[in-house]
């Protein structure tokens, strides 16, 4: 074992698959999370502790742990002072951002958050809740929920839920009114660990190679033949990150031509180059891709 230790908390949780596929992205195995907290990776300089993710900025910012993953959420709700390291662009389900909302049930007279004067509104997000409607001026009790906030808009007059892509507002019956928070995952560090050389340059190094496991999430390589006199025609189609790297081949009259792009534009560009006269397409998937 190292003497040297980059103590690094998971979050536990709806993230944690998720992160541990990352992490297998980006070249790091994590073994045991299923019956251990304290789960091991195949890095002797990395110590992991699983914690919910809601409390993961405290701990980083009291020195618990010297960096961890969390929302930007709970950075906020915490009001947790520490090191933003990076913005990590994946979530349990999509890519996209998720969004705390404040939702009434589809049968509600509430058209807006002024008409919950004098009500009661639910849910995880305590004190940004109580922050928003402290600013609209809009005077009602803010309840804590300790979990199943959807079914406790029936119960009380509104909610604030954690929406990603809006599945379970809809099977339960429920419209969005207002969105009080975006949020992301964010790569956090303890202020004192990030002035640790040993441990700034571990946390550094740890988000190169999972945001570059986040970009081959959806970039493939894209190898193909061109005969030289179609090479221009060719070159026209390809959106590039920087320039195609272009070599030649046995045969003189032809070059190998290779380039990274995006997955989505895969199917469009592809039948494109075939017509363009580009032979022995082949496209390959990526396991990380740094800029």
């Given amino acids: 074992m190292s003497d040297k230790i980059l103590k690094l908390g998971v979050p536990k949780g709806s993230l944690q698959n998720a992160t541990f596929d990352l992490f297998k992205k980006a070249g790091f195995n994590i073994t045991g999370y299923e019956r251990s907290y304290f789960p091991q990776i195949n ?20 020195g618990v742990l010297d960096a961890g993953f969390t929302g930007h959420d709970w950075i906020v709700e915490n009001g947790s002072d520490v090191v933003e390291v990076c913005e990590l662009l994946y979530s349990k389900a999509t890519a996209r951002p998720t969004k705390w909302v404040l939702a009434v049930p589809n049968e509600s007279n509430i058209k807006k958050p002024e008409d919950l004067a004098g009500g009661i509104v639910a849910t995880e997000l305590l004190n940004c809740t109580k922050e928003y409607f402290a600013k609209k001026g809009i005077d009602l009790k803010v309840e804590f929920s300790w979990g199943a906030t959807e ?7 509104a909610i604030v839920e954690l929406t990603e892509t809006g599945s379970s507002l809809r099977a ?12 992301t995952t964010r790569f956090i560090a303890n202020k004192s660990a990030w002035e640790d050389d040993f441990k700034k340059e571990k946390i550094e190094n740890l988000s190169i190679l999972l945001n570059a496991a986040i970009d081959a999430k ?20 390809l959106p590039a990150e920087k320039s195609p790297t272009i070599s030649s081949l046995a045969e003189d009259n032809f070059v190998a031509v290779e380039v990274v792009l995006e997955e ?8 494109q180059l075939k017509r363009a006269g580009a032979s022995g397409i082949i496209t390959y998937p990526l396991n990380k891709v740094i800029h």
Avoid: F, W
Avoid at 151 to 157: H, I
């Fill in 43 to 62: 890095d002797d300089q990395i110590e992991i502790i699983m914690l919910r993710a809601q409390e993961m900025s405290r701990y980083v910012a009291d």
């Fill in 151 to 157: 079914v406790k808009a029936r119960l009380v007059n």
């Fill in 172 to 183: 339960n019956n429920l419209r969005i009114i207002d969105t009080l928070l975006t949020s």
């Fill in 218 to 237: 959806t970039t493939v390589g894209l190898k193909m033949n061109v005969e030289k006199n179609k090479l221009d025609a060719i070159l026209k189609i």
């Fill in 264 to 271: 989505k534009s895969e199917r469009v560009i592809v039948p």
